[in-house]
């Protein structure tokens, strides 16, 4: 949140990427909208609460044109 104050946002006007369920929880907690590319080792991890769970970083700018 001190990122956001800094910037002059509001964590409505935010978006994070994370690749695990702590990262996940974190963005949530703060009211963020969340995108997760889990890695290997986060894989398995609950992401329901995710805005989109992604299979491919690469596939992210098109996931943000659609914001």
Do not use: Q
């Amino acid at each position: 949140l001190a990122a956001l104050s800094k910037a002059g946002c509001n964590a409505g006007e935010a978006v994070v990427v994370e690749d695990s369920e702590r990262g996940l929880a974190a963005a949530c907690a703060a009211g963020i909208k969340c995108f997760v590319n889990p890695d290997p080792m986060t894989a398995g991890g609950d992401f329901s609460k995710a805005f989109k769970v992604l299979d491919n970083i690469n596939r992210l700018e098109s996931e943000f044109a659609k914001l």
